[in-house]
């Protein structure tokens, strides 16, 4: 067993009570959809993988981590596993490794991902030093594959079905081998679904070791709603027991998996308690490095309020900073109404002197749009002084908007150790 290794708690059980994970929530879109997953909902009562309670940019996640370090003791290992996938987010997730491995340079970093676009980034992944990789792959056959996933988007196309499947697995398989040529250690998931592939995942097991694959982690599907699987009976004791046992006869079983969050802290199976309170505070934190733009626009309805959505705008408000405060400048006539991807490229235009735009909500295509053009995105609730403040003075902004993020319903009190 490697150093590495033995210092990683998904990968060794006897380091989960002495090595504490974080996993950095910077990869917000998938490009599979999954029959069990549903990544809407997110309760910190709740601890599954594909939920987080906010979203880190990679300048964030660096400055939430260094906060991290100093409350969590033995802080050994970094990773990213969504809550999308992280090559479905390439861009982002090889800049927060880039950023992360400069400030901490001896600590382990390991990616899960589904594989499909793995592949063109493996050189660049090993040469930051990525020791770890999981891949979760629920079968080897096509047919049962085409089962689990409603449809596989690569290379801005969309496959369905026995398609679809075909081409996931040829990237999948592909990557084993050239991980293991750079020394990678990887593990593979493989979701335990009753009717689907409780009988198969040996199969997978085999197939994955005979291409180098180092460990194998059989995890029971939890049903979720609003999913094509949400109907699915949980496997029983005797189903899983079988189903490790099997798989183990090929690649040494991981058993004590706590099926993290995307957004998870702390020992395995002992979260911080606190970690979405920080979290939120990170994620609000704006970059400002844009000093030849000096001005913010808002969505605001009548001039003191963050509260219209991107898409509903029609008056922008600019602001700016003064030696007296915060100074109104004037208002912008916002793009109209439909013309695609066109309407926020040229709303990006009519805010280039602008560092960032204040909303209450926005999507993930306009927000995308306007990053890219330096124009940052907040999302938030409140005051508009409280924005600029964070704006300005790169402080968080406690209105941050995502209301619902930390409860199932109004009497949720829940600390992320599972619902009653």
Known sequence: MTTTTAQHPCFDESAKHTHARVHLPVAPQCNIQCNYCNRKFDCVNESRPG?????LAPFQ?????KALDERIENLS?????????????????????????????????????NGLN????????A?????????????????????????????????????????????QLACIPKLKAHGITVKINSIIMPGINEDHIVEVAKHCASLGADVINCIPIIPTAETEFQDMPKPDSKMVFKTRLQAGEYLKPMNHCARCRADAAGLLGQDLSDTHVLLKEYASRPKVDASDRPYVAVATNEGL???MHMGEVRDIYIFKQSPKGFQFVETRKAPKAGGGDARWV?????????????????????????????????EMTGLIDEGLEGIYHNKPIKSIAKPDAFKCGSGCKGNAQGCA
């Open 51 to 55: 939920v987080t309670s906010s979203v």
């Open 61 to 65: 996640a660096v400055a939430y981590l």
């Open 77 to 113: 290992v970094i990773g990213i596993a969504g809550p999308g996938d992280p090559f479905a987010n390439p861009k982002e997730t090889i800049e927060t490794m880039r950023l992360v491995k400069a400030e901490f340079p001896d600590k382990i970093f390991c990616l899960s991902t």
């Open 118 to 125: 793995l592949e063109p980034y493996i050189d660049e992944i």
């Open 127 to 171: 040469a930051l030093g990525v020791t770890h990789v999981t891949i979760t792959i629920n079968a080897i056959d096509p047919e049962i594959t085409a089962k689990v996933y409603r449809w596989v988007r690569f290379e801005k196309k969309v496959y369905r079905g026995v398609e679809g499947a075909r081409l996931l697995l040829e990237r």
């Open 305 to 307: 309020l963050v509260n």
């Open 346 to 378: 040229e709303l990006a235009r009519l805010l280039s002197d602008c560092r960032a735009m204040l909303v209450s909500g926005v999507g993930e295509t306009p927000r995308s749009i306007l990053d890219n053009c330096g124009v940052r995105v907040v």
